[in-house]
């Protein structure tokens, strides 16, 4: 890469950096987001959905990796609801233009600061329902409700479009102890084979198929990723979706 590539990535990043401090212990994501970062230049997802855009760290950093490797878009939902609480309590995180806005035009002028525009589109919206995209998706990180019976949802809705390689992130699973109970026995029972009930139910039937087909020919794995910080919500599960091989994914040449 040509030296003036690399500097102008890094003085993008620094300014991202110092933006993301400012912004991200709102919802306490500014090293969660530089982790999904780092793990978008090793892994290049070519699409990802984020639910809850929070003040747009996470899908910042995404769309600033997938930017650098030259590919992939996020696109981030939220209904925008905490909005005017964050203005009233913490207007200094903004500039005087940015507080006379409304939550989708802050978004827009983010994005367009940081030259996002081409890899992030932020979609305002009230969920469920969750949004269907079209395509497989190689990255889900759910942000928005760690309930088991939300996680149910959200997992019913998407496992069946995830890409045979792909990963999902829940944040605040890990360390909400029915959250994570229902992780540990509905990840045993898919790499068993079967698919519960309950998970069944809230999958549409036209998704059913699609659903068998993949534990039919994937494994799963399960990690709990629990920040050692005096915060509340301080974790993410991750749930990693690969086909049923004797080789890791995303597959790379063995050496
Ligand atoms: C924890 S924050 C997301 C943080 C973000 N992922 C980040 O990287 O900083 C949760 C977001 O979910 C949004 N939200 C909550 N309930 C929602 C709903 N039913 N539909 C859409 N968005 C919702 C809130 O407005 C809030 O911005």
């Known amino acids: 890469m040509a030296h ?19 912004i991200g212990p709102v919802y306490g994501t500014e090293d969660w987001s530089m982790f999904l970062y ?4 090793m892994q290049t997802p070519q699409s990802v959905v984020e639910l809850g855009t929070g003040l747009g760290a996470t899908a ?22 905490d909005w005017a609480g964050i203005l009233g ?14 939550f ?18 932020f979609i305002g919206r009230t969920m469920p329902p969750y949004p269907e995209l079209g395509q497989k998706l190689d990255w889900l990180f759910s942000d928005f409700r760690h309930g088991p019976n939300d996680i149910l949802e959200i997992l019913g809705h998407f496992l069946p479009r ?8 829940i944040d605040s699973a890990s360390t909400s102890f029915p959250s994570y ?8 029972q898919l790499n068993a084979g079967k698919v519960p009930a309950m998970l ?36 993410t599960a991750w749930l990693k979706i690969e086909p049923a091989d004797l080789r890791p994914y995303p597959a790379a040449p063995f050496h």
């Open 38 to 41: 780092a793990l978008a230049k």
């Open 4 to 22: 003036d590539t690399v500097l102008a990535q890094a003085q993008a990043f620094a300014r991202l950096k110092a933006h993301t401090d400012l």
């Open 200 to 235: 069944l139910r809230t999958t549409a039937p036209d998704q059913h198929e699609a659903l068998w087909q993949q534990v039919r020919c994937s494994r799963y794995t399960l990690m709990h990723m629990v920040e050692r910080k005096a915060r509340v919500q301080n974790s």
């Open 162 to 169: 995830m890409a045979d390689s792909s990963s999902i992130f």
């Open 104 to 121: 989708a035009a802050y978004m827009a002028d983010v994005i367009a600061d940081f030259g996002l525009r081409g890899h992030l589109e």
């Open 89 to 102: 309590h913490s207007p200094d995180l903004f500039t005087p233009a940015q507080r006379n806005m409304d």
């Open 60 to 81: 910042l950093w995404v769309a600033q990796a997938m930017k650098e490797v030259g590919g992939g878009r996020i696109w981030t939902i939220d209904s925008g609801q």
């Open 181 to 188: 109970a229902m992780l540990e026995l509905l990840a045993a």
